[in-house]
């Protein structure tokens, strides 16, 4: 439970909103979202970590899953609506302090289309998106 995470679907003109990752080498694309905090709700945790990763005014809609990971994380999944705002991280983001030239968080816009093309972690997010975007 101590790594439970909160995720936020955004679609906007066929496009999902995803944070590509360079890690040891390897690219790879998430939902934004993160950790839950210590008594935090994951409703809570998901709107601020859309803020954090992206910029991104949104609002939450509904929640839409409960995935588990293969090391038994629980991911909640929640469907949220773009407002406004540049994407971009948040100067002041736990993201940005992390980041190196080994090490980076990009939020794109990726067409929905081209999710069976890539690398998404954890795995059970891209079967859920399949499934949920029927690509």
């Known amino acids: 439970m101590k790594n439970d995470r909160a995720r936020a679907v955004i679609l906007k003109d066929g496009y999902l909103l995803m944070i590509k990752r360079l890690r040891a080498d390897n690219i790879y694309y998430v939902l934004p979202g993160g950790k839950i905090e210590e ?31 293969k090391d038994g994380t629980l991911h909640h999944i929640y469907l949220c609506e773009y407002i406004s705002r540049v994407l ?3 100067i002041n983001s736990p993201e940005v302090a992390e980041s190196s030239s080994g090490n980076t968080y990009t939020p794109v816009w990726v067409n929905i289309k081209e999710i069976t093309g890539l690398q998404v972690w954890p795995e059970e997010s891209k079967i859920f998106l399949l499934n949920y975007l029927k690509t």
């Open 39 to 69: 008594g935090e709700l994951p409703e809570t945790t998901v709107m601020r970590e859309v803020k954090e990763e992206t910029s991104l005014d949104a609002r939450f809609i509904k929640k839409l899953d409960i995935l588990t990971g």
């Open 88 to 90: 971009k991280l948040t």
